[in-house]
């Protein structure tokens, strides 16, 4: 089992910038990717960034240019620099990692982190 803990999200001007944090812990041999979701009130869960092990990223068209995702493999972590954030960035971003053991890789999730944007 493995567990992922968010820290970074926050309440912020529009135009402002935030950092998020997600640290993996518990059995892992070692990650595919990490990335970030986020939902919004009343929509559906939707990608904000992906990273792979490799270094690959993907972005969502709506945070390419203001987001940068980022993970330090050795310490099982992915960050999110979010910046010129909009009131459409609110949110909660959620951290997910693909965990492999032997052979097996399994997806994992973060409890959310709420990221409100003022106007």
């Known amino acids: 089992q493995a567990r992922l803990v968010e820290s970074g999200g926050g309440l912020v001007q529009a135009g402002g910038s935030l950092r998020l944090s997600c640290v993996a812990s518990?059995?892992?041999?070692?990650?595919?990717?990490m990335g970030w979701y986020r939902q919004a009130p009343g929509k559906q869960r939707e990608l904000v960034a992906t990273?792979?092990?490799?270094?690959?990223?993907d972005y969502a068209d709506s945070v390419k240019g203001r987001f940068s995702v980022s993970m330090d493999i050795a310490k099982n972590t992915v960050y999110l620099q979010m910046n010129s954030l909009e009131p459409e960035d609110t949110a909660v971003y959620y951290c997910?990692?693909?965990?492999?053991?032997?052979?097996?890789?399994?997806?994992?999730w973060g409890q959310g982190t709420q990221v409100t944007v003022s106007s």
């Open positions: 997910y990692a693909n965990v492999r053991v032997l052979i097996r890789e399994d997806k994992y």
């Open positions: 518990g059995t892992i041999f070692s990650i595919g990717a």
């Open positions: 990273i792979t092990s490799g270094g690959s990223t």
